[in-house]
């Protein structure tokens, strides 16, 4: 591995492991509320809209029973709402109740004001190559797949 690419590593690596934690301080609070698993479903609901239960189980790379049991737990417990299809009584669309809308925003909010937080520490020089190495970062990266997350309980 040329020189430049293993500090580049190393400084990546540091990052990851503080970027986790920031995700899992923002994240703890819910967690008296809900599961890892519960809260991916509540983000993905939020940032898709009302699904179809096969759509939201493809979306999360799980099993449609499994993600049954998920769901029944997230409706009881007053965070999603589950109605039938207009066209297909067969299927349920599944959405978010107000408190689901806010749990997510909590959360997210959250997570802004910490990310925000370290930013504000840093030179305007530094956060202006932090972004730039981010977005190439993040390009380069591409999107997590649904399975990858799963593992990690996400």
Known sequence: MPHDAAHATAATLASSRALLGIVARSLA????????????VLVVLSQSGPLRMGDLAVRIGIHPSTL?????RLEHGGWIVRT??????????????????????????????M????????????????????????????????????ELGM
Do not use: K, W
């Open 68 to 72: 049954t049991r998920t769901v029944e």
């Open 29 to 40: 609070p819910a967690l008296t509320e809900v599961t890892v698993p519960q809260f991916r």
């Open 115 to 150: 990310i925000a937080e370290v930013l504000d520490g840093m030179a305007p020089d530094e956060r202006a190559a932090l972004r730039v190495g981010m977005e190439a970062f993040a390009r380069a990266a591409g999107e997590p797949q649904p399975q990858d997350l799963l």
């Open 84 to 113: 039938p299809v207009p066209d297909n009584r067969r299927e349920v669309r599944s959405s978010l109740t107000e408190a689901g809308q806010t749990l997510v925003a909590t959360v997210t909010e959250r997570r802004v004001a």
